[in-house]
């Protein structure tokens, strides 16, 4: 069963990260490549060193767009390596998103094992919503997806609000959609709700972005748009893949 698991993740992730990759070259890429320029213009220039955003943490994890340290830039990391514009940027970005990938499908392929649920990409699908969900929307309403040169807050508060909202929302559609009980809808919708009301962490940075209003919004909304297709593609191959697998073992069986 194990073995079956790992199979059915691989097979999710690799299939999951060549989607998001191919959208993320066509439809994010292009709006980085735009707002890269606006970096180097202004006095946000002197703040902001060169940023890769075509990273799987800057889209599907939009929390972790930027590495800035303390007060929203990290002045010492201004040289820090980064994938050089072109086939190795484009590599390094399908690298990262196949890591993710295979990591969010062994998360998903935990989580229908842990509610006992035979897998299906019915089943799937479902489970991969509530991913998307907990995940990607719910921090995106307080850290929606940034392009370069836009301010934002140091990363260690953006990273544990990420992390606080991503649990906070996992288990809060657990008691609601699983325990299906008034009190544990209610403990579920506090949940969701607590660390919206909270707040996430804002930027200090008083300098104002030079990135064009429309030009973020353009790439916020595609980028969620992408975290949703790269879970339901998850949700949807590992319920294909584990029905594979097993009919193959079946087979094999009754050789």
């Known amino acids: 069963m194990i073995i079956r698991l790992l199979s059915a993740a691989l097979v999710a992730g690799f299939l999951a990260s060549v ?18 320029t606006y970096e180097g213009e202004g006095a946000h220039a002197a703040l902001a ?15 972790h767009a930027h590495a800035h340290g303390e007060g929203g830039h990290d002045h010492g990391k201004a040289d820090a390596w980064q994938p ?31 509610l006992r649920r035979e897998p299906t990409p019915e089943g799937g699908l479902v489970v991969g919503i509530a991913g998307f969900l907990a995940v ?26 990420w992390l606080m909202t991503v649990v906070a ?40 972005s030079q990135v064009p209003p429309a030009t973020a919004a353009q790439f916020a909304a595609r980028a969620l748009a992408i975290g949703f297709v790269f879970w339901a593609v998850i949700g949807l191959a590992y319920g294909w893949a584990w029905g594979l697998f097993g009919r193959e073992a079946g087979a094999r069986a009754n050789a």
């Open 169 to 208: 929302t996992g288990l809060g559609l657990y008691l609601i959609a699983v325990r299906r009980v008034p009190l544990t809808i209610l403990g579920g919708l506090v949940l969701i709700v607590a660390p919206h009301l909270a707040g996430a962490p804002q930027s200090i940075d008083t300098v104002s």
């Open 19 to 36: 989607v998001a990759t191919g959208l993320q070259l066509t439809l994010t890429s292009p709006l980085i490549l735009q707002a890269e």
């Open 49 to 63: 060193p060169s940023r890769d955003e075509t990273s799987f943490a800057a889209l599907i994890i939009p929390a």
């Open 136 to 161: 990607v929307l719910a921090p995106a309403i307080g850290l929606p997806p940034e392009l370069p040169g836009m301010g934002a807050a140091p990363l260690v508060l953006r990273q544990s609000w």
């Open 84 to 114: 050089a514009p072109g086939l190795q940027r484009m590599a390094f970005t399908g690298l990262a998103t196949l890591v993710g990938g295979v990591g969010y499908a062994l998360l998903l392929a935990a989580v229908m094992l842990a």
